[in-house]
């Protein structure tokens, strides 16, 4: 199913008006791109991205430059087996089967997510950081779920294309655990023709929130884009960013 990389680069630019610093480095075998505006503030609210499947941390700097030009400071992951760490038998991982139902596709979604704690104490070192927040794309947004099962100091998340249901394992799966969803603020957006991630796993665990926690509207929301598939047209990647942005703005870093 996977056939090729989960890309997003999109034919407009971002607007880019503040500096941005970029810098790569490594902990603990964790190859990482933090990226930072100049003028940030010395107490910061920082946010982990995951990319896509077959994808890496610099598939995404467009993404990352436009949160860290909204005042976040951002880290880029390569999950695990991707990247500059990625399998050297990737290819034979996942010659028979690349979809999300390949038992292969959930360890690199389960091994990412428990890196989350190591990587928020790292960074917890390195600057003064009032708050955490988490977003990913496609096998990143599969990874945004699974962490916010391992890391309760991470207050706001954002899944695009991801899906909270993992075939096959199914007591483990994010979906069946929302107990583990008591204090995050979670935006999750998916495409109503993806065949790739069918979107349904996603409405129906929001829907589940929803009857869960009474907060719900304070806490959650959906958003599906009904005439896109996985690669999201360009008209509602532009809506989809934007309600990002504003999601972390808002339940992140309020003013």
Known sequence: MFQGSILFFRKFKYNSILMVNTRYFESNGIPLVICENEHLQPVKHCILFYHGFKGAKEKNLRELNSLAEQ?????????????????????????????????????????????????????????????????????????????????????????????????????????????????????????????????????????????YYTDYEQRFAYVEYSNSGHFIDDEDWIDCWGKTLRWFEEHLAPS
């Not at 945004?144 to 249901?165: C, D, F, K, M, N």
């Not at 993992?166 to 935006?187: M, N, R, T, V």
């Not at 999750?188 to 929803?210: C, I, T």
Request: net charge negative.
């Open 71 to 211: 005042g976040f400071l951002v880290a880029g992951v390569d999950a695990v087996g991707h990247g500059a760490r990625v399998y050297p038998d990737f290819d034979a991982c996942f010659a028979n089967d690349s979809s999300t139902n390949n038992c292969e596709f959930i360890r690199v979604v389960r091994e990412s997510a428990a890196e989350v704690p190591y990587l928020i104490d790292t960074l917890n070192k390195m600057y003064t950081i009032k708050s955490f927040g988490i977003a990913g794309i496609s096998m990143g947004g599969f990874i945004t779920y699974a962490a916010i099962l391992q890391e309760r100091r991470l207050q706001a998340a954002v899944s695009i294309l991801g899906s909270p249901h993992w075939e096959g394992d199914e007591a483990h799966s994010p979906e069946s655990h929302l107990e583990k969803f008591s204090s995050i603020h979670l935006l999750s957006m998916n495409a109503g023709k993806d065949e790739l991630v069918p979107p349904h796993f996603a409405r129906d665990f929001q829907a589940a929130l929803k009857e």
